[in-house]
């Protein structure tokens, strides 16, 4: 009974579409989700290609890098102005696996040292390219910096009186009064 087969295609098909319908109504509010988070997320994102054109890039990147607008569209060269963070992600993507490294950037007469973690993804994903997370580091370094120096004065200090006792100690070894 042909009418009926066709009422009951058309019933599947129907059927079909509520359900691509529903699938992608779901995936946009999952992306939007993901992109609001991404958004509000203060570290630094973005995504490259694999010829280094930034894809995406949220806010934090841009406060990070006092940036006017987004750097999307412009390759990291021309979004950042810096060559070392070019060379970094470069050697993240020629690597093929997750890779990190630290650069310099002078800014408002300010040192700044950021940290790059570059986590490619392979020829085999349908966008070859890298994610690269940029973690501000700087007040880390000063740390760092303020701790080695303690550390030297601290030896320096212990030292100066160790000297002197032994000296002292060396005098009456020897039979001095």
Known sequence: DLPR?????????????????ELDRSAHR????LTSIIASIPEGIFTVDRRLCILQANRGVESMFQLAASPAGRTVVEGFAHAAMH??????????????GEIIVEQDGM??????SISP??????????GVVVHNI????????VRREFVANV???????RTIISGYL????DGGI
Do not use: C, F, M, W
């Open 5 to 21: 087969v066709l009422r009951t295609a058309q019933s599947d098909l129907e059927a079909i579409a509520r359900l691509v319908r």
């Open 30 to 33: 999952e992306r939007e989700e």
């Open 87 to 100: 060379r970094l992600v470069q050697e993240g993507l020629a690597g093929g696996k997750p890779h990190r």
């Open 111 to 116: 040192r700044r040292v950021y940290e790059l």
């Open 121 to 130: 993804r392979g020829q085999r994903s349908a966008q070859p390219g890298a």
């Open 138 to 145: 700087t007040r880390i370094k000063n740390l760092e910096q």
């Open 155 to 161: 030896s320096h200090e212990l030292r100066t009186p």
């Open 170 to 173: 060396e005098t009456l070894s």
